[in-house]
């Protein structure tokens, strides 16, 4: 009985579409996700709207550099890891050059902050050295982190991979209890826990990773960087436009007041769970429509590129009108925020846009065209500012940016597609099933 139980779980294992180790990453980011709302909730009520305010634009800032710059250096670890590691051979020497060129980049982004600060970066974090400590210190952790990131997702470790984002969200929220508890409400310690958490959760998904990263061949420059400039134009456009709502406010809205950020990431955030649970699984798409593009089976392609868009604008459609519904009444009962429906709704429809342009960008990675799949995302990126000035008051200036960010990528995105789908069906490269 229990090898037939045994030999089930396996057969339903083999036939799932998605690929090995998402369940518990998914877990991880659940968890992760859950906790990141309890932080942000035990802040904004420890600290007051002003305070708070200014750790939303330093948590925009964080995950707009953090990933944006350093996501890319974990994917070419993890590719790396995953080549020499078939072949049998050491991931250290590979470490140690992304940490180099990992340090490099820190070094520049370092640089550039500082030059930042006198030209409106001060302004932004309310002038408090603090939260550029705060800053400075997050993005050291994060580029750590990805690190680690990179040879535990290299070396098929995800079970360590979801420890990750548990740890990271539950030491964050559990350093802003205690700092609760002691009744700190200064911001620049809810600041620091930011990169601490990052800190703290590589350390504890990092143990017993010694053994897999052991001496091998030279690791050259040219086996970490073919790929990651095109990586850093992408993940440095797509953190933005999830991620720069709250900072962009800070800059349009100054007459609202501080705490003006803080209302803005609050509505934020609860309008993004569709898309939370969107990146938790994005990562199996790629592989249906990599799988029909590599049969020759463009019809097969096209059809299942037809039914991940569909059901993404369902999702994104049905997410607008629960959100915009709904989310006012959650955000005024987590954090005593007000935000009209029409807030919410646009936040939602942003957040809807954003995940058809990933959508469509995966059907251009799968028919190998990455550069391609770029071009939406950078559009979007130079789309929002545009739209900023429009004349209306800044929370609806910034909302409207964002949808029209999206909604420019998505476009732009969609028709690259089609013409490259029609490209293909004519010139025979890919045969049709029919």
């Given at each position: 009985m229990?090898?037939?139980?045994?030999r089930?779980?396996?057969?339903?294992r083999?036939?799932?579409p998605?690929p090995?180790?998402?369940a518990p990453?998914?877990v991880?980011l659940?968890?992760?996700?859950?906790?990141?709302?309890?932080?942000?909730?035990?802040a904004?009520?420890?600290?007051?709207?002003?305070a708070?305010g200014?750790?939303a634009v330093l948590?925009?800032?964080?995950?707009?550099?953090?990933p944006?710059?350093f996501?890319?250096?974990?994917?070419?670890v993890a590719?790396?890891?995953?080549?020499?590691g078939a072949?049998?051979?050491g991931?250290?020497p590979?470490?140690?050059?992304a940490?180099?060129?990992?340090?490099?980049g820190?070094l520049?982004v370092?640089a550039?902050?500082?030059?930042?600060?006198?030209?409106?970066?001060?302004?932004?974090?309310?002038?408090?050295?603090?939260?550029?400590?705060a800053?400075?210190?997050?993005?050291?952790?994060?580029?750590?982190a990805?690190?680690?990131?990179?040879?535990l997702?290299?070396?098929?470790?995800?079970d360590?991979y979801?420890r990750y984002?548990?740890?990271?969200?539950?030491s964050r929220m559990?350093?802003?209890?205690?700092?609760?508890?002691?009744?700190?409400?200064?911001?620049?310690p809810?600041?620091?826990?930011?990169?601490?958490a990052f800190?703290?959760a590589?350390?504890?998904?990092?143990?017993?990773v010694?053994?897999?990263v052991?001496?091998?061949?030279?690791?050259?420059m040219r086996?970490?960087?073919?790929?990651l400039?095109?990586?850093?134009?992408?993940?440095?456009s797509?953190a933005?436009?999830?991620?720069?709502g709250?900072?962009?406010l800070?800059?349009?809205g100054?007459?609202?007041?501080?705490e003006?950020?803080?209302?803005?990431?609050n509505g934020?955030?609860i309008?993004?769970?569709?898309?939370?649970f969107?990146q938790?699984?994005k990562?199996?798409?790629?592989?249906?429509l990599?799988?029909?593009?590599?049969?020759?089976?463009l019809d097969?392609?096209?059809?299942?590129?037809?039914?991940?868009?569909?059901?993404?604008?369902?999702?994104a459609?049905?997410?607008v009108g629960?959100?915009?519904?709904?989310?006012?009444?959650v955000v005024?009962?987590?954090?005593?925020d007000?935000?009209?429906?029409q807030?919410m709704?646009?936040?939602?429809?942003?957040?809807?846009?954003?995940m058809?342009?990933?959508?469509l960008?995966?059907?251009?990675?799968?028919?190998?065209?990455?550069r391609?799949?770029?071009?939406g995302?950078?559009?979007?990126v130079?789309?929002?500012?545009?739209?900023?000035?429009?004349?209306?008051?800044?929370?609806l200036?910034?909302?409207i940016g964002?949808?029209?960010?999206?909604?420019?990528?998505a476009?732009?995105?969609?028709?690259l597609l089609?013409y490259?789908?029609?490209?293909?069906?004519n010139?025979?490269?890919?045969?049709?099933?029919s």
């Amino acid at each position: 009985m229990e090898c037939r139980i045994r030999r089930k779980l396996a057969s339903l294992r083999e036939r799932s579409p998605l690929p090995v180790g998402t369940a518990p990453i998914v877990v991880g980011l659940v968890i992760n996700g859950a906790t990141t709302y309890g932080f942000l909730v035990l802040a904004r009520r420890s600290m007051g709207d002003e305070a708070y305010g200014g750790l939303a634009v330093l948590w925009g800032l964080v995950y707009i550099l953090g990933p944006g710059l350093f996501q890319p250096l974990e994917q070419e670890v993890a590719r790396a890891t995953a080549s020499r590691g078939a072949k049998g051979e050491g991931s250290a020497p590979v470490l140690y050059q992304a940490a180099r060129i990992g340090g490099a980049g820190l070094l520049g982004v370092f640089a550039g902050l500082l030059v930042a600060w006198p030209l409106g970066l001060a302004g932004m974090l309310d002038h408090r050295v603090d939260l550029f400590v705060a800053l400075v210190l997050a993005l050291a952790a994060f580029g750590a982190a990805e690190l680690a990131r990179g040879i535990l997702s290299g070396r098929h470790l995800f079970d360590n991979y979801a420890r990750y984002f548990a740890a990271e969200g539950l030491s964050r929220m559990v350093l802003a209890a205690l700092l609760a508890a002691t009744g700190i409400a200064a911001v620049g310690p809810y600041g620091l826990t930011v990169g601490a958490a990052f800190a703290v959760a590589t350390v504890v998904a990092a143990r017993g990773v010694r053994p897999f990263v052991h001496p091998g061949p030279p690791a050259p420059m040219r086996e970490l960087t073919p790929a990651l400039g095109l990586l850093l134009a992408t993940s440095l456009s797509e953190a933005f436009l999830l991620n720069v709502g709250p900072v962009a406010l800070s800059i349009v809205g100054d007459d609202l007041g501080p705490e003006a950020p803080g209302v803005f990431l609050n509505g934020l955030i609860i309008s993004r769970i569709p898309l939370f649970f969107f990146q938790a699984v994005k990562a199996s798409m790629l592989p249906a429509l990599s799988a029909r593009a590599a049969e020759g089976d463009l019809d097969g392609f096209r059809e299942t590129q037809l039914r991940l868009v569909a059901a993404v604008v369902v999702v994104a459609t049905l997410a607008v009108g629960v959100i915009g519904a709904l989310g006012p009444w959650v955000v005024e009962q987590l954090f005593g925020d007000s935000l009209t429906s029409q807030d919410m709704a646009l936040l939602a429809a942003s957040g809807g846009g954003l995940m058809i342009l990933v959508a469509l960008s995966l059907g251009l990675v799968a028919l190998d065209h990455t550069r391609l799949a770029v071009v939406g995302f950078v559009v979007g990126v130079v789309a929002f500012p545009v739209a900023l000035q429009l004349p209306h008051d800044p929370f609806l200036r910034v909302e409207i940016g964002l949808v029209a960010a999206v909604t420019a990528g998505a476009t732009c995105t969609g028709a690259l597609l089609r013409y490259e789908f029609a490209r293909h069906r004519n010139a025979g490269a890919i045969s049709a099933s029919s």
